[in-house]
């Protein structure tokens, strides 16, 4: 089976389309890829052509072999757009994905018709910063790869999704037994990227319409770096959303795809 690719300069993008209508960019987050989106795809292409993509270093996209920063991973975003011969889009970015949809805003305004960003800030903090390393060089050491994405769970999802120990269990199960998991070298790609990453003084360029959505509960990204990103981009909504963390996405997918749909179709 041919895969659908897109040849970059150094790298193939991994892609996948869903539906018809008014195009829909899905960027995913650090670590994650087209199967992140899956509990959503469904609804919103029943809506929207729906675009997912795996970012240079996830899934069954390349790694790149030289160090890029997040506007290049923006660029990338273009390039899978100019490819598909897709002029505007509503665009969809969660945590890491956000980051790089606030890039594609920024630089491509022309690109954007309205601008959903999930979970997500205008830097990535120290802490942030220390943490991913630490989960890099913790996955370089090697060892049992279930306790690694065990461990993120608790930064992942909300409280109430522990007390459904099948939801956690069939996550943590899947993601080690998923067959594109992300590399070493392609997690410490991204890590890098976000690290350098910052858009906190041109966020006053962004002009698409935007809703800005935080899980009350998100321990990665905190509410109130989510409250200053919205605050300074011109005209934004904030949301947010009760007993839900940082991938509402997957732990509240009804909840999330109301709330999108509801922004994205009206006037």
Same mark, same amino acid.
């Given at each position: 089976?041919?895969?659908?690719?897109?040849?970059?300069?150094?790298? *193939?993008?991994?892609?996948?389309?869903?539906?018809?209508?008014?195009?829909?960019?899905?960027?995913?987050?650090?670590?994650?890829?087209?199967?992140?989106?899956?509990?959503?795809?469904?609804?919103?292409?029943?809506?929207?052509?729906?675009?997912?993509?795996?970012?240079?270093?996830?899934?069954?996209? *390349?790694?790149?072999?030289?160090?890029?920063?997040?506007?290049?991973?923006?660029?990338?975003?273009?390039?899978?757009?100019?490819?598909?011969?897709?002029?505007?889009?509503?665009?969809?970015?969660?945590?890491?994905?956000?980051?790089?949809?606030?890039?594609?805003?920024?630089?491509?305004?022309?690109?954007?018709?309205?601008?959903?960003?999930?979970? /997500?800030?205008? !830097?990535?903090?120290?802490?942030?910063?220390?943490?991913?390393?630490?989960?890099?060089?913790?996955?370089?050491?090697?060892?049992?790869?279930?306790?690694?994405?065990?461990?993120? /769970?608790?930064?992942?999802?909300?409280?109430?999704?522990? /007390?459904?120990?099948?939801?956690? *269990?069939?996550?943590?199960?899947?993601?080690?037994?998923?067959?594109?998991?992300?590399?070493?070298?392609?997690?410490?790609?991204?890590?890098?990227?976000?690290?350098?990453?910052?858009?906190?003084?041109?966020?006053?360029?962004?002009?698409?319409? /935007?809703?800005?959505?935080?899980?009350?509960?998100?321990?990665?990204?905190?509410?109130? *770096?989510?409250?200053?990103?919205?605050?300074?981009?011109?005209?934004?909504?904030?949301?947010?959303?009760?007993?839900?963390?940082?991938?509402?996405?997957?732990?509240?997918?009804?909840?999330?795809?109301?709330?999108?749909?509801?922004?994205? !179709?009206?006037?």
């Amino acid at each position: 089976m041919i895969l659908p690719k897109l040849k970059l300069d150094d790298i *193939e993008l991994y892609y996948k389309v869903y539906g018809k209508r008014a195009p829909l960019l899905l960027i995913s987050g650090l670590g994650s890829d087209v199967s992140s989106w899956m509990n959503v795809v469904n609804k919103l292409s029943a809506h929207f052509k729906v675009i997912v993509f795996d970012n240079r270093g996830a899934g069954r996209s *390349e790694i790149s072999n030289r160090s890029y920063t997040v506007r290049q991973m923006a660029g990338d975003a273009i390039r899978l757009l100019d490819y598909l011969k897709i002029k505007k889009a509503h665009i969809m970015g969660h945590s890491m994905g956000g980051y790089i949809a606030q890039e594609l805003a920024i630089n491509y305004p022309e690109r954007v018709d309205k601008l959903i960003l999930e979970s /997500t800030a205008s !830097i990535s903090s120290k802490r942030n910063n220390r943490l991913f390393l630490d989960f890099y060089k913790e996955l370089k050491r090697g060892g049992n790869l279930e306790a690694w994405i065990r461990r993120w /769970t608790r930064w992942l999802f909300s409280k109430k999704c522990f /007390t459904h120990k099948r939801f956690i *269990e069939t996550f943590v199960k899947n993601g080690a037994n998923y067959p594109y998991a992300q590399q070493v070298s392609g997690f410490k790609g991204q890590i890098d990227a976000i690290a350098s990453f910052g858009t906190r003084k041109r966020l006053s360029r962004i002009k698409a319409k /935007t809703l800005v959505m935080e899980g009350e509960e998100d321990m990665l990204i905190l509410p109130r *770096e989510a409250k200053r990103l919205a605050r300074n981009i011109s005209g934004s909504i904030y949301q947010s959303v009760k007993d839900t963390a940082h991938c509402m996405h997957i732990e509240s997918p009804d909840l999330f795809v109301k709330a999108a749909i509801k922004f994205l !179709i009206s006037k």
